[in-house]
């Protein structure tokens, strides 16, 4: 069975990859992968976030530390050392999950709404370490100079097409990972915590190391976001550390859902899009995006896949019952 | 039965999600009657009481206060019509000393009626007095339980509404809770009251209603009940 | 109007993006057909705190191409302006810059960030090879430095060490005259901020070098309260203060500092003050304010520059910023370069752009010149200068002696590396 | 790092006046911000994210009533008001559907308001930064205490929030609607069981604190500058204080306000560039120790 899905997910992520490569031939121009890169460093970023806060109940503010974290990694990486592309990444996702590891460790003891702040209190301290580290970080001015791509086995991140392809690929290789890691029994028993993790601690589930894996999985996929992020502008921003991109992670799941693992995805796609109409429509886009965030959060009362899905189950409920009292 | 029908309830369903509480849950209460629910762990008898003072919402039914349908009011609408709850947990407010967990309580009665001003509390519950300036979460379960009752009384209730009140008390103060009640029900006030305790409910109520599963499933005075094995097997564990 | 023609564009594209199913996906390139038009994308910040910093940019770049479109456009094309707000976040000014040249079909960037969000677009501009023209962002490096300098990107703005180097010179002159020999800084905990105080106090030691900085107060940028600062200023009872403090910053700055007398008690050398935006904002605005000009409309003293600030006025009905004069100065160059290239053409642009000298009301001699060799401008008006309550505000602007300007700025570079 | 200079400081009894004054007026203010962001919490399990947005309120209602008015009295009670009003109208219509419900949803409402809030500001009062100016009886010389320097203007503000302060503190304590507050804070349910109108509860306290953060902002108003979106830095740092001082805890906010306004009017002296840093770090220890702050009640 788990074979079988195993199999069906990296079937699907080849067919996804397969669609996203064809994208630039069928549409011209160059918004469009432009558009798919943005994508995919929110997608990743937002739906690590939903394994900590759909899967793990776990409501990080912070989350947006990793992101910004990562961009920084890499870049600085890239610019200081003689690193590899690849290297570089590697050694990115090392210092991501070291310093995940190190933070979760402090804040995966704490329950719900302490948890929320203690992460937002560690994503302020690092936003404002960036700001303060002025000769590692460039501090409100962010890396400047550009990142550096030189070609590897190949590949040219320089290339506009073979970078949309990378990231493409980093997208879907990171959403089969975390399917794949939501699907297996961790993913299972990181459920169980969030449901009741009194009885999972009857069950001899060690809960804090539990947590302590999600959180620390979620920014390592957060951190790829990151560095997809610092190579779509060619450099790292303190913004990317900021409370604006957490703030933007919860959106996005809310718009998406978080109970369905595409959720996040197609909230970023709808958060991407919305802002890039509304900003060009408007100066007011305050009041219009508000709008739009109350209709989902008054209004649906969740994200739109969750919203579907629930109605469909809900036809599929009444159909069966109907005949009964018939 | 002096004054006929007080208190009506019936059809009454509620759900928790998707599975079902009580069905049809029907019970009615006349004027200064007192009538006791039983039934066992989990019948379903707090969910009724929760149901009556607006705090689980039915589906359907009708709770009618002399006539009035009080279903889908809000709590406090429902409180103020003059049914008085008195939660099994207690729940008296554990910061606040004695006397401002009654000073929480007071209000007046649906015709105005101020019947239970602090003294009148003081005398019929001579226990609180020299408790007055303590805090309420370092009182005894037993002392706790008489707040709650005397805070509700407070507010001028028509009807008292009682979640198991010997619930988790020892003998002797289950004695003197009913000693207490057998009182109020002397000066004419009508209680229902939801128990597992048969025996604490002799000689207080006038009748028994038994809830199982969710369904009343028989109403009776209570000393039939009491001479009814049959039922008390059945429906609980006796 | 052009205002109205600029949102019309800006509708109609973004209608037509919708009408093609996909908006940003699918948003098709529709006026290149118009071949009699050139498409100048502009990324500004036109929300936020800096938001009436970059309304002031639109403001100044509307009027100037409603007078180059009506003496017939750039080398025969009319201008279209695709002006949009990237809320002064580097990662939305990136996008937006690739989208208005992507998408959009803009042929030219006019851009009107702020540092950070300019560095972004620096970048932008360098991997999409299109002529780039920064407009707001006054941090040196960015032209000074090589690395960061682009053959196709060029800088029309006010630079940090210019002002610095006139500022100490000024500074040391009231100082020797007044004995001013123990000074304090205050500024906001930033780039800008930090660069600009360094660099004024190396040219105040510069000329005068018995100078002391007794103590620096670093407020973040956008800090509500300034009163621990303040406090801490009083206590070091220095007997000149510099700030760089800015607008909003600057006003709730003086306004906190005037109760606790704090102007009594030492010089303030305030570099931002000389701009109407703040002038017109300080309720009880002191006098004896030292300031550097941002703009100003007697400064330089020229019909021209007057009659430039008044149309503006007329027209916006109120006084143009530091940021419009950059603007209008920038959309000049366009209009003069695209005169001698005879073409838009970003890359002949470029080519013509170095060593490029425009008329404009705004350079001391009635000219402003694109220095070659750092593809940033020089010759613009620059000079400090005491401020009164009312009008003119600041009645005797002291200008700057480019020669010496030049000279020190060489020296900077040399220490920084950067030749 | 500057150690010598804060123990200088600390030495001369001229600066230690100087700047417990300068962290008096920070904590002060921030305490009435803070004060209706912890009751909010307390009484309506809510985190109010837009309560930045109705300090804003305070400080432009306060603004447009001095303009037209004059009167600097006017302007306080008009900010107050106008806020405690707008937050009544904001609870009444939007936050009260999202009460029981997840936190995002509370987060993504309030964020809502923020952004519709701080763009009606900009429409109408325009983008440019105001500046209100100091009303005329207190353009006055500061006092000279110890050497220290205090201005008239903020001992009246500190005396003015101190009042509130004391009054709050009063109200809640001996009133029968701040026990029947406290109470709804414990165990809405049973207050509404006794009869009371929880709803009617939590649209006061709501409109209590937008009314204390408006009064902040108009308080504020003739010494900072006025623009749309000033009420996020004050936000944060009123999050901070009541993180600090525990959620729900009234004497938690006047603490924590005061220590941030300390660590503030001393930080600028001793570590310049690194006072926030400070506070973020306190921040965590607080909750890594103590989750439910100092003067929270302990959640276990």
Known sequence: MVRRAALADVLGGAAAFAVLAAVPLLIGGKAAPDFVIRCAAYGLFATSLNLLVGYGGMISFG??????????????????????????????????????????????????????????????????????????????????????????????????????????????????????????????????????????????????????????????????????????????????ADWTVSGDGMFINMLGGINVFLGPMLGTVILLLLNDTVTRLTEHDGIVLGVVILFFAIGLRKGLLDFVLDRIAERRATAVASPERG | ??????????????????????????????????????????????????????????????????????????????????????????????????????????????????????????????????????????????????????????????????????????????QRIGALLRSLRATGTTILIAEQNMHFCLGLADRATVIDKGRIVHTAPIAALQADEGVRKRYLAL | MATTSRSAIGRRAALAALGAGATALAAPRIVRAQDKVVRIGMPTILSGRVAQLGNSSRNAVLMEVERINAAGGLAGRRIEMVIRDSKGQPQEAARIARELINTEGCDLLLDGEASSGGFAVNEVARDLGVLCVHTNSETSSLTADPKLRLPNAFRVCRQGVHDSIVGGSYAAGVAKAKGLKRWATCAPD?????????????????????????????????????????????????????????????????????????????????????????????????????????????????????????????????????????????????????????????????????????????????????????????????????????????????????????????????????? | MDLAALAACIANPGCVVTQATSGFIVGMLLFLVAAGLTLIFGVLKVINFAHGAFYMLGAYFAFALYQSSGSFALALIGGAAGSGVAALACERLLISRVYGGSVLMQLLVCYALVLILDDVVRMVWGNDFLSMGMPAQFQVPPLFVAGGVVPPFYLFLIAVALAIAVALGLALARTRLGKVVRAAAHNPQMVSALGINTGLIYGLVFALGGALAGMAGALAAPVRSLTPGMGFSILIDSFIVTVIGGMGSVAGALVGALLIGFIRAFGSVGFPLFTDGIMYMVMVAVLVTRPTGLFGRNAG
């Open chain 1, 63 to 240: 989350h947006g530390m990793f992101f910004g974290l990562g961009a920084y990694a890499f870049g600085l990486l890239m610019q200081r050392t003689a690193l590899s592309i690849p290297a570089a990444f590697a050694l990115t996702i090392l210092i991501a999950a070291a310093v995940a590891t190190v933070i979760g460790a402090i804040c995966v003891r704490l329950k719900e709404i302490y948890f929320a702040f203690v992460t937002l209190a560690f994503q302020m301290l690092i936003h404002s370490l960036i700001i303060s580290w002025v000769g590692l970080t460039g501090g409100d001015q962010g890396l400047r100079g550009g990142i550096p791509r030189p070609v590897f086995l190949g590949v040219d991140l320089a290339n506009r097409i073979q970078l949309y392809l990378a990231c493409g690929a980093a997208l879907v290789i990171g959403l089969v990972l975390m399917h794949r890691i939501v699907a297996s029994q961790f993913g299972y028993t990181l459920r169980m915590t969030r449901d009741n993790a009194e009885r999972a601690g009857y069950l001899g589930v060690d809960v804090v190391r539990v947590r302590l894996i999600a959180f620390v999985l979620a920014a390592v996929f957060a951190c790829v976001g990151g560095v997809v992020m610092s190579l779509f502008v060619s450099g790292a921003y303190p913004d990317f």
């Open chain 3, 190 to 419: 930033y780039a800008y901020g930090r660069d600009t105080t360094a660099q004024y106090v190396e040219y105040l030691k510069h000329f005068m070098p018995d100078v002391e900085i007794i103590t620096q107060a670093w407020p973040k940028l956008f800090q509500p309260d300034y009163t621990e600062n303040i406090t801490k200023l009083l206590q070091a009872k220095p007997q000149a203060l510099y700030t760089c403090l800015w607008a909003g910053d600057l006003t709730a700055f003086v306004d906190q500092a005037s109760i606790y007398a704090l102007l009594s008690q030492m010089e303030l050398f305030a570099v931002n003050m000389a701009d109407y935006t703040t002038l017109t904002a300080v309720k009880h605005l002191p006098p004896g304010i030292h300031s550097g000009n941002r703009y100003i409309k007697t400064f330089p003293k020229t019909p021209q520059n007057a009659a430039w600030a008044d149309a503006y006025r007329a027209r916006y009905k109120e006084y143009p910023t530091t940021w419009s004069w950059q603007n209008s100065a920038a959309m000049h160059f366009f209009e003069a370069a695209a005169k001698r290239a005879n073409s838009v053409d970003g890359k002949k642009l470029a080519e013509v752009l170095p060593g490029l000298t425009v008329e404009v009301p705004f350079g001391t001699d009635g000219t402003i010149t694109m220095r070659g060799e750092d593809h940033t401008i020089i010759n613009y008006a620059i000079g400090w200068g005491t401020t009164i309550p009312t009008e003119p505000y600041v009645p005797d602007m002291h200008p700057g002696d480019w020669k010496q300007i030049v000279e020190l700025e060489a020296e900077w570079k040399k220490a920084n590396h950067y030749t």
């Open chain 2, 1 to 174: 039965m002096s004054g006929g029908t007080l208190l009506q309830v019936e059809d009454l369903d509620i759900f928790y999600g998707a599975s079902q509480i009580l069905f049809g849950v029907a019970l009615s209460l006349g004027e200064g009657e007192t009538l006791a629910l039983l039934g066992r762990n989990g019948a379903g008898k707090t969910t009724t009481m929760k149901a009556i003072a607006g705090l689980a919402a039915a589906r359907r039914g009708r709770i009618a206060l002399r006539g009035v349908d009080l279903a889908g009011r809000r709590p406090h609408m429902i409180a103020r019509a003059g049914l008085g709850f008195v939660p099994e947990d207690r729940q008296i407010f554990p910061d606040h000393t004695v006397e401002d967990n009654l000073l929480i309580g007071h209000k007046k009665g649906p015709e105005g009626q101020d019947a239970w001003p602090l003294r009148r509390i003081y005398d019929v519950f001579p226990l609180l007095a020299p408790l007055r300036q303590r805090s309420a979460g370092r009182l005894s379960g037993g002392e706790q339980q008489l707040l709650a009752i005397a805070r509700t009384l407070m507010g001028n209730p028509v009807v008292l509404l009682l979640d198991e009140p010997s619930e988790g008390l020892a003998p002797i103060v289950v």
